[in-house]
């Protein structure tokens, strides 16, 4: 996060009853839940992949990969697409949350360092509070690391083979 007093926009999300923020920045789309296609021989965090126009995007259950318990799928669960960027490179991901929150302003100045025992590190760059509540900031590229994302990637030009080839002309299901 800046440190020169500036404003940052954040998207709030929840995961359970809590609720964390990622820079707006990093967002690409929000999107309903919707079916996934399941990826074989994968972490119990990495859902699935799903086909965004065209692409085929890796799906991480944020709360799996946190330690947190997988997200029951409700009427809420939303994927938040993010743009990461993992060793100078664009990756597209899907993180899986609970429910979108809202989007917030804060200034620079009223993140807080998270304190140094027991919060995971590098993921959690920082703590702010918004209307009396404490939202936990969280850095994805720190969660979901490169060697996680090629381990997914992988897969993923078969899987997209594999999808291309089953969808079939609207006239040949007549």
Known sequence: ???NGSTEQLLTFLIGRDEYGISILRVREIAEYRPLTPVPMRPVWMRGVMNLRGTVVPVVDLAAKL???TTA?????CLIIVDLDVDGERTVVAVMVDAVR?????SSQEIQEAPPFGL??????????????????????A??????LTGAADVLPALRAEMTEN????????
């Open 73 to 77: 799928i409700s009427r809420f669960t």
């Open 1 to 3: 996060m800046a440190d």
């Open 67 to 69: 330690g947190l318990g």
């Open 143 to 148: 969660i979901v690391t490169e060697r996680e």
């Open 102 to 106: 809202r989007v917030v302003d804060v």
């Open 167 to 174: 969808i079939e002309p609207a006239d040949a299901r007549i």
């Open 120 to 141: 995971g590190l590098d993921i959690v760059p920082g703590l702010v509070r918004v209307d009396g509540e404490l939202i936990v900031l969280l850095d994805l590229i």
